[in-house]
DNA sequence: CGTTTAGTTGACCGTGCTCAAGGGGCGTGG
DNA sequence: CCACGCCCCTTGAGCACGGTCAACTAAACG
């Protein structure tokens, strides 16, 4: 874990994930953007960024990788419970509570800005915009966690492959990280894929074969591609609006 | 659903609720129960307060009874995500977000406060302690959210159930709702219970049995008593730190 | 009394888990 | 250069957890 100072660093996607919850002022946007550049740390793939019963200090906003919000049973069953993309934070409010209630993990390489609580507070209290934006992207992940105990309980494993495929799609795609119109990255393995649905590795490998021979996507080198979102969102009973995310 | 004024109505879960992350003082604790009886509304079992693509405008506090939130798949397969009991609210923040992005129906009759957003924000500005304690509920509530995912993905059935009713008991514990030291109503129908967990209704029926069985409930009448606190804990996995109610 | 709703039980079956083994890519070290 | 280990993906076989369907009981209610 090492500081990044300097050029080079996109603080894009966490400003486009404000914007889409509220218009953030030019000033507003070069604050921020300032603060974001302040205090930029990396971490490896597999490192845990925040482990559970953590006293809460700082908060950390992703610029670029994966991170996955999970818990472990004492068996050691694992759940994932969210993904952590580029322009999330990793809990803006979390420190008005006094510990951590879950762990979140590097799956891939990452770029972060870590601001102090009340470096943000001051942000937010200059500008109403920006304050509602960030307790708007806490809802919104509200949301996803509520919609991801639909996917869990209720659907099945086709369909719950299908649905978590389509959410990750939009998302990125709000910050601009689709690689093109059809396609997106997914640097993630297989167990983590698994943890996610709830499912075991076995079955969604095979799950993700059936998506395959049905046409829906493709899925070779960590790029997944959907060649027919229609029908993958059907199969996954997939409606956007819980993802508040405009587009 | 009809207008309540006067007396006989109780504030106090609400205000317990919202103590269990900040001290709230005196004059502030006067207001909010002011604000609390200037509207409350009485509505009957099996009713839908909130549907999923409403537009959030009022802000409402349970006073008495429970309710679920949950979402429905086009093919009518139900999953709660959660359950909304005396003191928690339904969503103090959710105006921020142009749409409900769930639904929350009455699963007993219900007695609850609204206030309009405006008149909340007067009231956390003027106490910061208050905001925080709204802030935290939330927050709360989304980390409850989390742990029904890991409930749901990846616990067992009898591990499930074990931990809802643990969960169930705890919180009722917090606003001073239970019985007597080991038990507390449970009011609502094992359709429910199963929408909850994720389980087909026949088999929540022989895991509460197994639970019965095994010395640890009794469930009669809509009557929850706990016989083994530790050993239930233990069979659902149960560590109560994602509740963040410090008791 | 008939109807409805909630709980219960039995029988059968299927989705998805477990266990186990093997293949491919990749980095490391002999 | 090859050997080895490691991680990830894949496949097969058997099984179990939990779902589905159906029928029956008991209580509540008009």
Redesign the pocket.
């Known amino acids: 874990m090492n500081i990044t100072r300097g050029i080079g660093i996109q603080t894009d996607p966490a400003i486009r994930r404000l914007s889409a919850f509220r218009p953030i002022n030019e000033v507003t946007t070069a604050a921020l953007d300032r603060a974001l550049r302040e205090r930029v740390l990396r971490i490896d793939a597999g490192q845990d960024l925040i482990a559970e019963g953590d006293r809460p200090d700082r908060i950390r906003i992703v610029l670029s990788g994966w991170l996955a919000r999970y818990k472990t049973l004492e068996d050691g069953r694992r759940q994932i419970v969210n993904f952590v993309l580029p322009g999330d934070s990793c809990d803006a409010l979390a420190y008005l509570l006094p510990r951590q209630d879950h762990s979140i993990s590097s799956l891939t390489a990452v770029m972060y800005s870590e601001i102090d609580p009340e470096r943000l507070e001051v942000l937010m209290a200059s500008d109403q915009m920006l304050a509602e934006a960030v307790l708007c992207e806490a809802l919104a992940n509200c949301s996803i966690q509520r919609e991801w105990a639909v996917n869990i309980g209720r659907r099945?494993?086709?369909e719950?492959v299908a649905h978590l495929l389509c959410e990750i799609f939009e998302r990125l795609r709000t910050v601009r990280l689709l690689l093109n119109g059809d396609s997106c990255g997914l640097p993630?393995?297989?167990?983590d894929l698994a943890d996610a649905t709830?499912?075991?590795?076995?079955?969604?490998?095979?799950?993700?074969?059936e998506l395959r021979a049905a046409g829906l996507i493709v899925l070779r080198e960590r790029i997944l591609t959907i060649c027919d979102l229609p029908a993958l969102r059907n199969a996954g009973l997939f409606s956007p609006l819980y993802l508040h995310s405009a587009g």
Chains 1, 2 share one sequence.
């Open positions: 099945m494993a086709l719950r993630v393995t297989q167990t709830g499912l075991s590795v076995v079955h969604l490998n095979r799950t993700l074969q």
